[in-house]
């Protein structure tokens, strides 16, 4: 019912994928060399790409240019036939099948949410039909083209390539043995998890969670999401220990192309030296959030929550030097919400009363953080792919600098000046006052009296 939290890479598995995406690149280079459609532009029709396709001019050209070359064959006497100019291509020198074929494509990581709207490039989509003479061509030149590869795999590989070839798609989750009753465990209690997170038995889901990533083979990054929703309902300080401990252990310094074995996401499933994994910014604004709110509540422990706060801006700065946080503009914008919130909780702390160097020291944090948070935002601006409510927040750090210059009401100066001169009044003459008059003696004496 729902896919198994397995990424398994076997040498059936590879063999498989070469022999899939090896046919499907011989189609689309025999489709495009009979449409006269050039490599660099097999893209997607998306609005992103469908502006930099060829023109009707350009097509035209590449036409007249193929008939030139036809009547020189003809003149030289040698016969056009496509069979016998496809044997004299050569093949190409990049041996992963699979990254040629998602070369092609852009990459979804660097075009998601990114919609071209211009409607000055705006341009029709190519819609080359195909007849069945044609077709025929293609999939003979495809099945021509695997026939070596094809005699040394084994039957399990030809059985899925004639399927593929065929235009049925095989269900294999893990890509191997799916008869295992290791497997059909991991399926069990996988489908456990999604139901009891469906109807919120926390508990339940707790331990489905907590047995899956203990058995071999489970990969922990495809089940996080879910992991830390669990943690986060049972324990929130296990759920922020969780994330912390996954952007700690699962390193970003790998090349982006290491990933194309996967079939899920690698943003979601791991970072890169250009992408920042999504568990490494859901840690940084569950902590940015929790902390910030630590700070407003009069309940919690000011210095831990503090002293959490620090620790977390001091871990974004040592982020920001390298790759590839350095070149993401969320976490930049992450960090520039640390220094207003810093910014807010000291302009809310400011004393007015003060003077000299203490008011100076006091006032030079607060306009410190300010100028940080600004230097931060203008990075992220820089970056690009990243907005935020620019107005808003200039609007908020204005409110932060004017509270560093607000005036004392001549009235709290009178109470301050009458606080300290009643410090320096007699007991005697304190006594006189109605305020501080022992009631209890005044009955003891009237009652003597009497």
């Known amino acids: 019912m729902f896919e198994l939290p397995l990424v398994i890479i076997s040498k059936r598995t590879r063999t498989s994928r070469k022999l899939k995406y090896q046919y499907i690149n011989n189609l689309s280079k025999k489709y ?9 532009q097999t893209e997607l029709p998306t609005p992103e790409n469908s502006a930099t396709e060829t023109s009707e001019n350009e097509e035209a050209g590449q036409q007249k240019r193929r008939r030139i070359k036809k009547r020189w064959k003809s003149i030289v006497g040698e016969n056009y036939s496509d069979l ?78 004639h399927a593929v070839t065929q235009g049925f798609e ?9 008869n295992t009753f290791q497997l059909k465990h991991i399926g069990t209690l996988t489908s456990l998890l999604h139901i009891n ?17 203990r058995i071999p083979g489970v990969d922990v990054r ?51 030296k250009t992408h920042t994994p999504k568990y490494t910014t859901t840690w940084l604004w569950e902590c940015l959030i929790r ?38 503009p969320e976490v930049w914008f992450i960090y ?29 944090q607060v306009i410190q953080h300010i100028q940080n948070t600004k230097s931060h935002l203008q990075q992220c ?26 005036k004392v009401d001549a009235y709290d100066m009178d109470e301050d000046d009458e606080a300290e001169d009643e410090g320096h009044l007699p007991g005697d003459e304190i006594g006189m006052y109605p305020e501080n008059l022992d009631t209890q003696l005044i009955d003891s004496e009237a009652s003597l009296s009497d």
């Open 84 to 161: 016998e100019s496809d044997d004299e291509q050569t093949v190409e020198e990049v041996d992963n099948e699979e990254r040629k074929f998602y070369r092609k494509y852009e990459k979804p990581q660097l075009t998601f949410e990114k919609w071209q709207c211009d409607p000055k490039r705006r341009t029709p989509i190519q819609r080359n039909r195909i007849n069945y003479s044609k077709m025929n061509r293609i999939q003979r030149y495809g099945l021509r083209r695997v026939e070596t590869p094809l005699t040394v795999a084994s039957r399990s590989n030809k059985t899925f390539f």
């Open 32 to 40: 495009d060399g009979i449409n006269g459609i050039s490599n660099g």
């Open 222 to 272: 495809t089940l996080w999401g879910l992991g830390e929703r669990i943690l986060a309902e049972r324990q929130p300080t296990r759920s922020l220990e969780f994330l912390q401990w996954m952007s700690s252990v699962y390193s970003t310094k790998l090349p982006f192309a290491d990933d194309v074995n996967y079939r899920m996401a690698p943003v979601f499933t791991k970072g890169s």
């Open 336 to 364: 520039a919400l640390c220094h207003m919130v810093k910014a807010d909780t000291l302009s809310q702390q400011f004393d007015p009363h003060l003077t000299g160097s203490s008011r100076d020291i006091a006032s030079n």
């Open 381 to 406: 601006s820089s970056k690009g792919g990243f907005t935020y409510p620019k107005r808003y927040i200039a609007r908020q750090l204005a409110t932060f600098e004017a509270r560093l210059h607000r």
């Open 197 to 213: 997170v469906s109807k919120k038995k926390w508990e339940l889901a707790y331990k489905c969670f907590a047995l899956l990533i």
């Open 170 to 178: 095989l269900y294999d989750p893990t890509y191997g043995r799916a």
């Open 291 to 328: 902390y910030a709110n630590g700070l407003e509540d009069l309940e919690m422990d000011s210095g831990s929550v503090e002293e959490n706060f620090q620790s977390l801006m001091d871990r974004i700065s040592e982020m920001v030097l390298g790759p590839p946080y350095m070149d993401d």
